[in-house]
């Protein structure tokens, strides 16, 4: 199957800083990739679905400005935690889905993300 | 919004022993998505269903979505330690804009 990744795997960082999540789709392009997230053994909770080209649609309750999603190429998405807080801490899932055969969606590995 | 209710939430199988997983839907599925997670790592996909009475195997896997479109099952034959793990059922909404709605996840646990 398509293969997707997420950069870094794992990060630390303080409260107040900002830290910037990639996923990228390595061997299909992706019109659309999804931001998830996983608090510990709950399910996934979309967060927004980010669009080549075009502005993220997020999902009510997630804070734009908070969560700077950027869809800058068909295989790169970029997401963004603005300001983070020990909140924010969380498992970041991203998944693409191939543009040749929509109801196929690939995730990503996901980005631990520890605020301390 | 789509809900999604998976049973049992966590089981354990002695190896060799079949187990079934329950995906219960508060809408008409019109997409059912399997996926498998290990913990703190990203999901496989397992199958996808879509119309009433549809049924998939996959080696030792195989999931049914009800005719009703309501309900789906994941069944594991004669499980094995690799079969550990943490399962997903995720649902396309009827908008068709392949935004999925995931239930809780079924953990399950192999005895050797």
């Known amino acids: 199957g398509a293969v997707v990744s997420q950069h870094p795997s794992r990060v630390i960082c303080k409260s107040g800083t900002s830290v910037k999540i990639e996923c990228r789709s390595l061997d299909f392009q992706a019109t659309t990739m999804f931001w998830y997230r996983q608090f510990p053994k709950k399910s996934l909770m979309l967060m927004a679905t980010s669009n080549e080209g075009s502005k993220a649609t997020y999902e009510q309750g997630v804070e734009k400005d908070k969560f700077l999603i950027n869809h800058a190429s068909l295989t790169l998405s970029t997401l963004t935690v603005t300001s983070a807080h020990p909140e924010d801490s969380s498992f970041y899932i991203c998944?693409?889905?191939?543009?040749?055969?929509?109801?196929?969606?690939?995730f990503g590995p996901g980005t631990r993300l520890t605020v301390t | 919004s789509q809900e999604l209710e998976q049973s049992p939430q966590s089981l354990i199988v002695q190896e060799g022993k079949n187990l079934t997983i329950n995906c219960t839907s508060s809408k008409t599925l019109y997409g059912l998505y399997w996926y498998k997670q290990k913990y703190g790592e990203g999901l496989i996909f397992l199958m996808m269903l879509q119309k009433g009475g549809e049924e998939k195997s996959h080696e030792k896997i195989t999931a049914k979505l009800d005719e009703k479109k309501q309900q789906s099952s994941l069944h594991i034959t004669a499980s094995q330690p690799s079969h550990a793990g943490i399962y997903l059922c995720?649902?396309?909404?009827?908008?068709?804009?392949?935004?999925?709605?995931f239930g809780a996840g079924t953990t399950v646990t192999v005895r050797a």
């Open positions: 995720g649902a396309d909404g009827e908008t068709n804009d392949y935004k999925l709605s």
């Open positions: 998944s693409a889905r191939l543009a040749s055969s929509p109801y196929e969606q690939y």
